[in-house]
């Protein structure tokens, strides 16, 4: 399993960017992808979380409405689209993958078996 983050960058307080993840080496389909997070200081925060097979996809309150996780499933890459960027939005965005589905709205607590390496991204106040 491999995946590749990217889209990653510096934005001002309002911004928006888009995040890539690009996946290969296993059954894209029969996957679940998910977005984290980890700012300085912090612990690490899933914010999105889509299952490939429907596209049911999951949003944590500090996201909802602003950010907005979806699935290509024929470039097996997984997006997140990010609108009205804060200065607290601040953090290095990881995309995780793990057989399945996005299990409920506590999708985040179940661990992911597969990271790729982060993109940081920086709002500007």
């Known amino acids: 399993v491999q995946l590749q983050a990217s889209g990653g960058g510096l934005v001002q307080a309002g911004g928006s960017l888009r995040l890539s993840c690009a996946a290969s080496g296993f059954s894209f389909n029969d996957y679940a992808i998910a977005w984290f997070r980890q700012a300085p200081g912090k612990e690490r925060e899933g914010i999105a979380c889509?299952?490939?097979?429907?596209?049911?996809?999951f949003h944590r309150d500090s996201v909802r409405g602003r950010f907005t996780i979806s699935s290509d499933n024929a470039k097996n890459t997984v997006y997140l689209q990010m609108n009205s960027l804060k200065p607290e939005d601040t953090a290095v965005y990881y995309c995780?993958?793990?057989?399945?589905?996005?299990?409920?709205?506590?999708?985040?607590?179940?661990?992911?078996?597969?990271w790729g390496q982060g993109t940081q991204v920086t709002v500007s106040s």
């Open positions: 889509v299952s490939s097979s429907n596209g049911n996809a």
């Open positions: 995780a993958a793990d057989e399945g589905f996005c299990y409920g709205s506590m999708w985040y607590e179940v661990p992911f078996g597969s």
